[in-house]
């Protein structure tokens, strides 16, 4: 069995496929997009990790999860990330526990927005951090209690 992270991080893309403005261009690579053909997109990654020991070698991690949405540069490109927010935030609110592996759901913790202009055609990029908080024993990372 896969590492909780990598559980919730699948957990996460699996919520975010489909949505109207990307479709189905998401990745669990933390690799930006080269060609303006695949925008708009997402990329789903996972990031830090804070771990503090209850009792009875209970811990309790708080991981922060990335979604990168990126958008063609253009007039209109300002909306467009703000519709990929919008959808990210919708469909993360709706997922719930994501299959109980976040008891509470994942919560929205911070946004930013900036420019790429490293791809095939200059992009724009809005990163929208979330925490989820799980709990697992001390030494079984890969299943939640």
């Known amino acids: 069995m896969a590492h909780v992270r990598q559980q919730i991080r699948e957990a ?35 990031a830090d990790e804070r771990i503090e020991q209850g009792a009875q070698s209970r811990l309790m991690r708080e991981l ?19 519709q ?12 719930g526990s994501l299959g109980g592996l976040v008891p509470g759901g994942i919560t ?10 490293t791809l095939e055609q200059p992009a724009g990029v809005i990163v929208m951090e979330y925490r989820a908080t799980y709990f697992a024993a001390l030494g079984s990372p890969n299943s939640v209690i």
Do not use: H
């Open 12 to 46: 996460v893309a699996t919520a975010l496929t489909g949505l109207a403005t990307t479709g189905s261009r998401i990745s669990q690579a933390r690799m930006a997009p080269r060609r303006a053909g695949d925008l708009p997109c997402l990329l789903v990654e996972t």
């Open 84 to 95: 990929i927010a919008g959808e990210v935030e919708t469909a993360l609110a709706s997922a």
């Open 108 to 117: 929205p913790t911070q946004v930013s927005i900036d420019f790429d202009d």
């Open 64 to 82: 922060t999860v990335i979604v990168r949405g990126f958008a063609k540069a253009n007039t209109s490109l300002d909306d467009t990330l703000d």
